[in-house]
């Protein structure tokens, strides 16, 4: 593993480490903290990936929002 691998790897892990903190404090704060936590995370991965030119991750996201909207209001 080069260098740049390593660090992207090291990157990865504390990402993975702070999100899991982030969302451990948020489960203690109760639901709507959490639902807030989770939704803040695929926001950025959904904005990330259309700075990136893949729309596919948002468009993922609104079709996933929509079926759980309509399955919770009939």
């Known amino acids: 593993m080069n260098a740049a691998q390593k660090a992207a790897q090291a990157r990865l892990a504390n990402q993975a480490e702070h999100y899991n903190q982030a969302q451990a404090k948020a489960a203690q704060a109760g639901p709507m903290h959490l639902i ?12 990330d990936a259309l700075e990136n030119g893949d729309p596919a991750i948002a468009n993922a996201l609104a079709a996933h929002l929509n079926d759980f909207y309509r399955a919770h209001t009939q």
């Open 36 to 47: 807030t936590f989770w939704t803040n995370v695929c926001r950025k991965l959904a904005k």
